[in-house]
């Protein structure tokens, strides 16, 4: 029953803020009693769920942001797949200060932008969303994460996405990295199926409730809940370092 509730919570931010839901899922799974290296393999497994669903929804209410979140997967999902070569060599601690000050840019991005862009955004060149999604990917597959807290507020502050589509390809982003995770896990024995399976199955109701409240709340509003999210973030990062 538990397992329930947690993945009904977790799949709710997800759907709402477009992340993959990790840094919701573990700490809460680890109160309960599970150890890290089981917290992340559930939370990964969830992630899958997560994303995969909440993408789907948001496709069905903006399909022309499909392409892009192909393309900014593809980048992430190869640099992801370096990030068994760079962890061995640096310490995990400058990456976990390297998110940090990511974050903190991020707030600063989002807080400047605009509530609604008066630039309309164009087609982007295929090149720099790529190259995005790879640098991206090899930091957030580095230290465990989703990956759309460092990619939303690109989009938003220089790219000029509306925050909200912004999140939706955060979370397209998502897939591309839990996936890959979820098979280096599940390969190496490490996978919690049982568990995992019934965190992401009860997420997927809530990341139902999360998209359809997500696009009937005001743009200011989810700005404001948007920065407190990541004002959380911040603050668990910091009692971590």
Known sequence: ME????????????????VGGGMILVPMLLLYGFDMKSAVAISIMQMVFSSTYGTLLNYKKNK?????????????????????????????QYLKYLFLFIIILGIITIYISPVEHSKVVKKHNKFPLLVLG??????????????SVML??????????KLKDAASLGLFFVIFSSIA????????????????????????????????????????SYKNLTLGLYLVIIVSLLFKL
């Open 3 to 18: 397992l329930i509730f947690l993945g009904i919570i977790t799949g709710f931010v997800s759907g709402f803020f477009g």
């Open 152 to 161: 939303t507020p690109i989009l938003v502050g220089f790219m000029y996405y």
């Open 134 to 147: 790879f640098f991206i990917g090899i930091i957030a597959m580095s230290i465990g994460v989703g990956g």
């Open 181 to 220: 995770g979820f098979v280096s896990l599940s390969s190496n024995g490490h996978m919690l199926f049982n568990e995992g399976f019934i965190v992401g199955l009860a997420s997927l109701f809530g990341v139902f409730i999360g998209i359809q409240i997500k696009q009937k709340i005001q743009i200011k």
């Open 64 to 92: 022309t942001l499909l392409k892009d979140g192909i393309i900014i997967g593809i980048g992430g999902f190869l640099g992801g797949s370096l990030s068994g070569f760079i962890v061995p060599n640096i310490d995990g």
